[in-house]
């Protein structure tokens, strides 16, 4: 079975919903390869927990 990569720019809560979904949801069929963000100030995608 082949596995679709995605890279996600842009690490706000949308991209929340979207991470979610590849390491969840479909971990069979895709794979999460990167993140970035413009925005520096922005925390890279908050850990679990951190509300």
Do not use: K
């Not at 690490?11 to 919903?17: C, I, K, P």
């Not at 979207?18 to 993140?35: F, G, H, M, R």
């Not at 963000?37 to 951190?50: I, S, V, Y």
């Amino acid at each position: 079975m082949t596995t679709t990569r995605y890279a996600i720019d842009g690490t706000g809560h949308r991209a929340e919903m979207y991470v979610d979904a590849i390491t969840t949801l479909y971990p069979e069929t895709t794979t999460l390869a990167a993140l970035c963000d413009p925005n520096t100030a922005r925390d890279l995608l908050r850990r679990p927990g951190d509300g």
